[in-house]
Nanobody, 124 residues
Framework: QVQLVESGGGLVQAGDSLRLACAAS????????VGWFRQAPGNEREFVAG????????YYADSVKARFTISRDNAKNTVHLQMNSLKPEDTAVYYC?????????????????WGQGTQVTVSS
């Protein structure tokens, strides 16, 4: 069983950048697909970005494509989400999640393990 802890959230202005981190422990990290999700007030949690076990394939929601980059370091059991050109609509709690096995998973139902979330607020 893997435990996930996010960090790096904060308050920034539109156009700024933030880099979120997710530290994993308690499992074999490279046996998990990892993903980032977000949930804004009043909205359902939505997929943001994902990475396959080796990091060889990454995939994104259309709303963040070309602005956000997911990367993972299996040697350090970490996943990062680099967020550039942030917009007020990116404001949300961001969650790191892990899913056992190979594949491209965009549904939160595919993910078994979740962090506690980190708040990102983008002011206009």
């Amino acid at each position: 069983q893997v435990q996930l802890v996010e960090s790096g959230g904060g308050l920034v202005q539109a156009g700024d950048s933030l880099r979120l981190a997710c530290a994993a422990s308690g499992g074999t990290f490279n046996s998990y697909t990892v993903g980032w999700f977000r949930q804004a007030p009043g909205n359902e949690r939505e997929f943001v970005a994902g990475s396959t076990r080796t990091g060889g394939t990454t995939y994104y929601a259309d709303s963040v494509k070309a602005r956000f980059t997911i990367s993972r370091d299996n040697a350090k059991n970490t996943v990062h989400l680099q967020m550039n050109s942030l917009k007020p609509e990116d404001t949300a709690v961001y969650y790191c999640a892990a899913a056992p096995g190979w594949g491209i998973f965009r549904s939160e139902a595919s993910y078994n393990y979740w962090g506690q979330g980190t708040q990102v607020t983008v002011s206009s």
